[in-house]
């Protein structure tokens, strides 16, 4: 009976006809662009900067739509290959887990001994020697450094090991690559889901340093959830490009680790954003999406705001990665047939 069931929910997802996802597709973006241009924010700093904020979100919907009308068959079948794979997925991404730290003593507490040690370094060093405290309550921030810290460096964490391993997900499964009656498409997702059993402990550990300075679990915290699975959704969407083009160029992964050092450093993560007093340097700063996750782990934490009440770097964030989703699905399935033949 499960199998029927299973079957029937493949076979309706498999059989959406193309017109019916192109109208539905479309409808949603002229919805949300009719929006985005009704809102009317009363926290804008001018009305220059949110009629900016308002065309770069309804340019890049109109991108998105040009290419989910020209390629739909090609970005359709990703989903549909993700959803026939769940129950694989799921087994593939344990097994994937399990083995990374096969053989050692301590397993995968190796995974947690860096990052703990990188945030203690990083508050002995900025809070303890250097005192920032007067400098970060000078730019906004009134709670402790070490939970400022903490908060900005776990999603960031999360965020690099994705990026890493997404990355690498067809080199290091080359052997299934090779394998005609493969569906290689599900490796990128595994290799995330995997690291995502490290970023609920390092949830954990957060939310047991906010209750330490008084920050007790609140229902304002089940927005590490929401935020969570944003950056999932970014880091899958670019692993799909990544992950194929790393194949034919292997100096990418190299580049995207110099990326990742850098980025570490433009992603208000050691500093707090509102130090900057210019609205524009700002609203440029907030192009990264990182910058949305980031301040979206901190406002969970301490803040007082939900996701929804940032509507416009909401719409972005949403706007921007299903734009990087349709174009990483492209460049997979058109690269996928000298896959085997590269490696």
Request: aromatic share 16%.
């Amino acid at each position: 009976m499960k199998n029927n069931k299973e079957k029937s929910g493949v076979s309706r997802l498999k059989n959406i006809p193309r017109p019916l996802g192109i109208a539905v597709f479309y409808i949603v973006c002229l919805l949300l662009a009719i929006t985005i241009l009704t809102h009317s924010n009363p926290l804008a700093p001018d009305q220059h900067t949110e009629a900016l904020k308002k065309y770069c979100a309804c340019a890049l919907l109109a991108l998105a739509c040009i290419i989910f009308g020209i390629y739909y068959d090609r970005i359709f079948i990703i989903p549909r290959e993700l959803f026939q794979s769940r129950e694989l997925i799921w087994k593939l991404a344990k097994n994937d887990f399990k083995k990374r730290y096969a053989g050692s003593y301590l397993g995968f507490v190796w995974a947690l001994i860096q990052p703990v040690v990188t945030v203690v370094m990083y508050w002995i060093v900025f809070d303890v020697i250097f005192n920032t405290r007067s400098e970060m309550v000078a730019s906004g921030v009134e709670v402790p450094y070490v939970l400022f810290l903490t908060a900005g460096l776990v999603p960031w964490f999360y965020f690099s090991e994705m990026i890493t391993n997404g990355t690498n997900a067809l080199l290091e499964y080359s052997y299934l690559v090779k394998k005609v009656v493969f569906n290689i498409s599900i490796l990128p997702i595994i290799k995330l889901i995997a690291a995502t059993f490290i970023h609920i402990f390092f949830v954990v550990i957060l939310l047991v340093v906010a209750a330490i300075y008084g920050y007790f679990p609140t229902i304002n915290m089940l927005q590490l959830i929401y935020y969570s699975f944003c950056a999932f959704v970014l880091v899958l969407a670019a692993s799909y490009c990544t992950c194929a083009i790393v194949v034919f160029f292997r100096d990418l992964a190299q580049i995207i680790n110099i990326a990742l050092q850098v980025g570490m450093w433009a992603t208000p993560i050691l500093w707090n954003i509102d130090m900057f007093h210019d609205d524009k340097v700002i609203t440029l700063l907030k192009l990264n999406p990182l910058v949305y996750i980031v301040n979206g782990y901190r406002e969970a934490i301490y803040g007082n705001n939900w996701f929804f009440d940032h509507f416009y770097s909401s719409t972005y964030f949403w706007i921007f990665t299903v734009t990087l989703f349709c174009v990483g699905t492209l460049i997979f399935k058109r690269l996928k047939v000298h896959f085997a033949d590269v490696m």
